[in-house]
């Protein structure tokens, strides 16, 4: 597995790792803003893929001030969930944090469901506003100090 830069040849691949995760963690309503957000990601925005050219997950960062970079759209194809791609992903993303920005902390809005992914990280909970994204579906926002 590659884990390479976005290329806008990549939004049908994307779109499809966003659809494998629909119900459980994404609504199908978020589909058109992410859509708009893969027609110009904001920041970094990486793929993985597969020896078979398949995409299976993907996810990017930004900065979002002077000494915060932000985590975005972090995924993995449901056919390929617990398979440690996520973590893989997710390190990477944090290891070009680390070598590109200079910031002190990273934070992500994610939901319940994958809050204690990023927990085993050393993510700490800041703040969950209930039924955010929809009805059952918890926003979760959560920051990681580099220096720690």
Do not use: W
Not at 13 to 27: I, M, Q
Not at 54 to 78: F, R
Not at 83 to 99: A, V, Y
Not at 122 to 147: I, K, N, W
């Amino acid at each position: 597995m590659e884990i390479r830069d976005f290329r806008s040849s990549d939004v049908p691949g994307c779109l499809a790792v966003f659809d494998s995760n629909v119900p459980r963690y994404f609504r199908p309503h978020e589909r058109e803003t992410y859509e708009r957000f893969l027609a110009e990601p904001p920041g970094k925005y990486f793929v993985m893929e597969a020896e078979s050219g398949e995409i299976v997950a993907c996810g990017g960062y930004g900065q979002n001030s002077d000494t915060t970079a932000v985590l975005t759209y972090g995924m993995v194809h449901a056919r390929h969930h617990r398979q440690s791609l996520g973590s893989r992903l997710l390190r990477t993303r944090l290891e070009r944090i680390r070598e590109e920005l200079n910031v002190q902390r990273v934070i992500v809005n994610t939901s319940q469901f994958t809050e204690g992914f990023f927990a085993r990280f050393g993510f700490q909970t800041e703040a969950v506003t209930h039924d955010y994204y929809a009805p059952g579906l918890h926003c979760v926002r959560m920051s990681f100090g580099l220096a720690e």
